[in-house]
T-cell receptor
Framework: KAGVTQTPRYLIKTRGQQVTLSCSPISGHRSVSWYQQTPGQGLQFLFE???????NKGNFPGRFSGRQFSNSRSEMNVSTLELGDSALYLC??????????FGPGTRLTVT | GENVEQHPSTLSVQEGDSAVIKCTYS??????FPWYKQELGKGPQLIID?????GEKKDQRIAVTLNKTAKHFSLHITETQPEDSAVYFCAGEDSSYKLIFGSGTRLLVRP
């Protein structure tokens, strides 16, 4: 069974721009969660989508948003990028509220 | 909300020795505690997890113990090998099913 895939793997953006990251969950999994990983703050939960609905949300500003499609693929968007948004963005899939399996992440650098 | 603390931040052991990583959590309602291994350039990999209805779980050289009364859980790796070198994260699931991660332990296994 294929694992979680994320695209792109690396991205360089300029302050003020916006970015969209994509995540394809494991086949059959309906839940996708997004996390931000930085050296200073560690792994922090952004939000979770289940059956195309946001089911849970972390403490991030409204510039961070996401959505989920009917095939369970998910995208997250960050608008008006700031230098502090540079991070590894990870998505994790699960069937429902059970074991979460992570993708390789998207490394975002904001200059 | 849930808070997870992890110790030590770095751990160096000789190949063949055992390694122990400890985590404490704050929310007594937490019931699910996974452990992840993250190698350089990769996403976190689920290596073992435990639910609150058991005190210990083993999988080959890896074991996790849980003490609900004291609100702490530990990862034990026996007969360590160089390929065990990685960053290990513990996590606790809060009441809204979000994973709250510890700050990570960098394990180095010296050949």
């Amino acid at each position: 069974k294929a694992g979680v895939t994320q695209t792109p793997r690396y991205l360089i953006k300029t302050r003020g721009q916006q970015v969209t990251l994509s995540c394809s969950p494991i086949s059959g999994h309906r839940s996708v969660s997004w996390y931000q990983q930085t050296p200073g703050q560690g792994l922090q939960f952004l939000f979770e989508y289940f059956s195309e609905t946001q089911r849970n949300k972390g403490n991030f500003p409204g510039r961070f948003s996401g959505r989920q499609f009917s095939n369970s693929r998910s995208e997250m968007n960050v608008s008006t990028l700031e230098l502090g948004d540079s991070a590894l963005y990870l998505c994790a899939s699960s069937f429902d509220r059970d074991e979460q399996y992570f993708g390789p992440g998207t490394r975002l650098t904001v200059t | 909300g849930e808070n997870v603390e992890q110790h030590p931040s770095t751990l160096s052991v000789q190949e063949g020795d055992s390694a122990v990583i400890k985590c404490t959590y704050s929310d007594s309602a937490s019931n699910y505690f996974p452990w992840y291994k993250q190698e350089l350039g990769k996403g976190p990999q689920l290596i073992i997890d435990i639910r609150s209805n058991v005190g210990e779980k083993k999988d080959q050289r890896i074991a996790v113990t849980l003490n609900k009364t004291a609100k702490h859980f530990s990862l034990h790796i026996t007969e360590t090998q160089p390929e065990d070198s990685a960053v290990y994260f513990c996590a606790g699931e809060d009441s809204s099913y979000k994973l709250i991660f510890g700050s990570g332990t960098r394990l180095l296994v010296r050949p």
